[in-house]
C-alpha cells in the first residue's frame, strides 16, 4: 500500500513528505536522537555547538525520510532516467575496470541513501554484488528483492562464505562493502575513529589480500534535487608481506576515507548507530 502511494506521486512531492515523515521522527524518537548527539559529542566534541549538532542530527533523520521515499520510488527508475536523478562525473573509473577485465571492491558506507546508490551502479550495467544483512520487516525484505532482481542487482547476505565473495572477485566482478558500523560479529580490528578507537570490519582489506582487487570509495551525496555519485580512484594500500601488518594499516586507510565522507557531509551519516559499542580489550598486568 505504501509503495503504490509513493508510485504514484511525483518524487519531489515524496520528497517532501520524506522529509517532514523524518523531521517528525526527529522528536519522537528520543533514544535514537539522544544516541546520535552523543556520538556527534565524541566525534566533534567542542568544536561544534550544541544548536550545530542538533541540526546536524535533525537534518540526518531527515535524509532518512526522503531515503525511504527513494528507495520505494526505486522502480520507477531505469537507464533511460537514472542519469537525470542521479549525476556522475567519473564513473569512467568503474567502467575501466570492466573495460580492462578486472574486478573491485566498492567501499561505501551506512551514508546518504546507500541502497540507491547500489541500484544507481546496476543500472549502468555494472556487475555488483552488495554484502547486506537482511531487513527484519518481511515485506520490506520481499519488496527490496523484487526490485534488486530487476536492476540485476546481486546481494549476498553476511552469511555468506568468504569463498563464494572471493570467487566472485575473481570472476572480475564487483562486490560493495560498508564497513563503517561495529558488529562484532564479524571479522575486524580496532581503527581510530574520529579519534577515538572502534571495532572495524576488516573484511575489504582480507578481500584485497586475497584477490588483488583494488578497493574503490563511491559515496552517494544529496544534493538540491537528486544526488551526486562521486567515484575516487582506489586507495593506495601497502602489501609487505606480514598480513596481520597489512590488514590493519588498509583497514585504517579505507576508514579514514569514509571518515573525511562523514566529516564534510555530516547529516548523510547514521550517528544513532552505536559505533564505539565494543571497546579494545586491556591486557590485565
Same mark, same amino acid.
Given at each position: 500500500?505504501?509503495?503504490?502511494?509513493?508510485?504514484?506521486?511525483?518524487?519531489?512531492?515524496?520528497?517532501?513528505?520524506?522529509?517532514?515523515?523524518? #523531521?517528525? =521522527?526527529?522528536?519522537?524518537?528520543?533514544?535514537?536522537? +539522544? &544516541? !546520535?548527539? /552523543? @556520538? *556527534?559529542?565524541?566525534? $566533534?566534541?567542542? #568544536?561544534? =555547538?550544541?544548536?550545530?549538532?542538533?541540526?546536524?542530527? +535533525? &537534518? !540526518?533523520? /531527515? @535524509? *532518512?525520510?526522503?531515503? $525511504?521515499?527513494?528507495?520505494? =520510488?526505486?522502480?520507477?527508475?531505469?537507464?533511460?532516467?537514472?542519469?537525470?536523478?542521479?549525476?556522475?562525473?567519473?564513473?569512467?573509473?568503474?567502467?575501466?575496470?570492466?573495460?580492462?577485465?578486472?574486478?573491485?571492491?566498492?567501499?561505501?558506507?551506512?551514508?546518504?541513501?546507500?541502497?540507491?546508490?547500489?541500484?544507481?551502479?546496476?543500472?549502468?550495467?555494472?556487475?555488483?554484488?552488495?554484502?547486506?544483512?537482511?531487513?527484519?520487516?518481511?515485506?520490506?525484505?520481499?519488496?527490496?528483492?523484487?526490485?534488486?532482481?530487476?536492476?540485476?542487482?546481486?546481494?549476498?547476505?553476511?552469511?555468506?562464505?568468504?569463498?563464494?565473495?572471493?570467487?566472485?572477485?575473481?570472476?572480475?566482478?564487483?562486490?560493495?562493502?560498508?564497513?563503517?558500523?561495529?558488529?562484532?560479529?564479524?571479522?575486524?580490528?580496532?581503527?581510530?575513529?574520529?579519534?577515538?578507537?572502534?571495532?572495524?570490519?576488516?573484511?575489504?582489506?582480507?578481500?584485497?589480500?586475497?584477490?588483488?582487487?583494488?578497493?574503490?570509495?563511491?559515496?552517494?551525496?544529496?544534493?538540491?534535487?537528486?544526488?551526486?555519485?562521486?567515484?575516487?580512484?582506489?586507495?593506495?594500500?601497502?602489501?609487505?608481506?606480514?598480513?596481520?601488518?597489512?590488514?590493519?594499516?588498509?583497514?585504517?586507510?579505507?576508514?579514514?576515507?569514509?571518515?573525511?565522507?562523514?566529516?564534510?557531509?555530516?547529516?548523510?551519516?547514521?550517528?544513532?548507530?552505536?559505533?564505539?559499542?565494543?571497546?579494545?580489550?586491556?591486557?590485565?598486568?
Amino acid at each position: 500500500l505504501m509503495s503504490f502511494f509513493v508510485l504514484v506521486l511525483p518524487i519531489r512531492i515524496g520528497l517532501i513528505i520524506g522529509q517532514a515523515f523524518g #523531521s517528525l =521522527s526527529f522528536y519522537i524518537l528520543k533514544k535514537e536522537r +539522544k &544516541k !546520535a548527539l /552523543e @556520538n *556527534l559529542d565524541i566525534a $566533534f566534541g567542542s #568544536s561544534k =555547538s550544541i544548536i550545530e549538532k542538533r541540526s546536524i542530527v +535533525k &537534518k !540526518a533523520f /531527515e @535524509n *532518512l525520510g526522503k531515503g $525511504f521515499i527513494e528507495v520505494v =520510488s526505486i522502480p520507477k527508475f531505469n537507464r533511460g532516467n537514472i542519469n537525470r536523478y542521479i549525476s556522475c562525473r567519473n564513473i569512467s573509473i568503474l567502467r575501466r575496470f570492466v573495460q580492462e577485465n578486472k574486478g573491485a571492491i566498492i567501499l561505501s558506507a551506512h551514508f546518504g541513501n546507500w541502497e540507491l546508490l547500489a541500484h544507481y551502479i546496476s543500472m549502468q550495467g555494472l556487475p555488483l554484488n552488495v554484502i547486506a544483512r537482511r531487513v527484519r520487516i518481511d515485506e520490506l525484505e520481499a519488496f527490496l528483492g523484487r526490485i534488486r532482481k530487476k536492476n540485476g542487482l546481486n546481494v549476498l547476505y553476511r552469511d555468506a562464505s568468504a569463498k563464494e565473495i572471493v570467487d566472485i572477485l575473481r570472476d572480475k566482478k564487483f562486490v560493495g562493502i560498508m564497513p563503517d558500523q561495529d558488529m562484532d560479529s564479524v571479522s575486524g580490528v580496532f581503527v581510530d575513529f574520529f579519534g577515538k578507537s572502534a571495532w572495524t570490519p576488516n573484511g575489504a582489506a582480507v578481500l584485497n589480500l586475497l584477490t588483488g582487487a583494488p578497493i574503490v570509495p563511491c559515496f552517494l551525496v544529496r544534493s538540491s534535487y537528486g544526488h551526486e555519485f562521486l567515484v575516487e580512484e582506489p586507495i593506495e594500500l601497502i602489501k609487505t608481506g606480514d598480513k596481520k601488518k597489512d590488514i590493519l594499516e588498509n583497514t585504517r586507510r579505507y576508514t579514514r576515507v569514509i571518515e573525511g565522507y562523514i566529516r564534510r557531509f555530516p547529516d548523510h551519516w547514521v550517528w544513532f548507530h552505536d559505533r564505539w559499542k565494543t571497546e579494545p580489550v586491556v591486557p590485565f598486568g
